[in-house]
C-alpha cells in the first residue's frame, strides 16, 4: 500500500462574519483513503456523514473522485460566526498511513457602512 497524501498541505483563509466559506482537499493513496474533517481536534465528519447530524446547519461536506487514486473533499461552513475561527484539517486516512492539510481561518467582524 501506499500512504496518504493529503494536498494543500497547509492554507490561511480570512473571512467576514456571516460568509458562506468552503475549502477542499485532495487526498489520494491505495488503498483508497478514507477521509475525515475536523476542527481544533473536534471531529466534525466521517466521510460525508457529519458526527453531530443537527451540525447540519453549520456543515456540509462533499466528495468527488477525480481518478482512480484521488477524492476531492469539500468542507463548507455556512453563515460563519467568529467562533468558527480556528484551525480546521482533513484527515485521510487507509492500512498504510495517514496525512492531514491544516486550514487557518480568522473570522472578522463584517465592515458595516
Not at 446547519?57 to 484521488?70: G, H, N, P, R, W
Not at 453563515?79 to 481561518?105: K, L, M, Q
Request: overall charge neutral; some cysteine.
Amino acid at each position: 500500500g501506499c500512504p496518504p497524501s493529503v494536498h494543500p498541505v497547509v492554507m490561511q483563509l480570512h473571512s467576514e462574519q456571516g460568509r458562506n466559506i468552503s475549502f477542499r482537499c485532495r487526498v489520494s493513496g491505495v488503498p483508497e483513503a478514507y477521509v475525515t474533517w475536523w476542527q481544533n481536534n473536534r471531529i466534525i465528519s466521517n466521510g460525508t456523514e457529519l458526527v453531530h447530524p443537527w451540525e447540519s446547519q453549520l456543515y456540509k461536506v462533499s466528495e468527488s473522485i477525480t481518478d482512480e487514486a484521488s477524492k476531492i473533499s469539500e468542507l463548507f461552513i455556512f453563515d460563519i460566526r467568529s467562533e468558527d475561527a480556528g484551525v480546521y484539517y482533513c484527515r485521510g486516512n487507509n492500512a498504510a498511513g495517514w496525512a492531514r492539510a491544516n486550514f487557518t481561518i480568522t473570522v472578522v467582524k463584517r465592515y458595516e457602512k
